[in-house]
């Protein structure tokens, strides 16, 4: 079992930054994919990026792409997705999620371990 605990979200303005954080609570996520997803209100949850424990793989939705990086921190055991340039439709809740295989899936499906979720308003 995976907890997974998010933090980072928040209000911003249109064209702002924000940095979210997801690391497992009590043990290593090591072997795990991570994922980040969101949803808006009224809207399905959706694929947002994901990234490979080693680092060698990555994808992005293209909503985000050129505009949002996933990146991970061994040593703090943590994931982060850092947003930039953000837009109005950007706002949603955002989830970090975990696979425990070594390859990338863009379908919520795929991931077993989910967190709490964490609001981000992009206010235009």
């Known amino acids: 079992q995976v907890q997974l605990v998010e933090s980072g979200g928040g209000l911003v303005q249109a064209g702002g930054s924000l940095r979210l954080s997801c690391a497992p609570a009590g043990r290593t996520a090591s072997g795990y994919t991570m994922g980040w997803f969101r949803q808006a209100p009224g809207s399905e949850r959706e694929f947002v990026a994901a990234?490979?424990?080693?680092?060698?793989?990555?994808s992005y939705a293209d909503s985000v792409k050129g505009r949002f990086t996933i990146s991970r921190d061994y040593a703090k055991n943590t994931v982060y997705l850092q947003m930039n340039s953000l837009k109005p439709e950007d706002t949603a809740v955002y989830y970090c999620?975990?696979?425990?295989?070594?390859?990338?899936?863009?379908?919520?499906?795929?991931?077993?371990?989910w967190g709490q979720g964490t609001q981000v308003t992009v206010s235009s």
């Open positions: 999620a975990a696979r425990g295989s070594a390859s990338l899936s863009t379908q919520n499906s795929a991931y077993a371990y």
């Open positions: 990234l490979s424990w080693s680092g060698g793989m990555k």
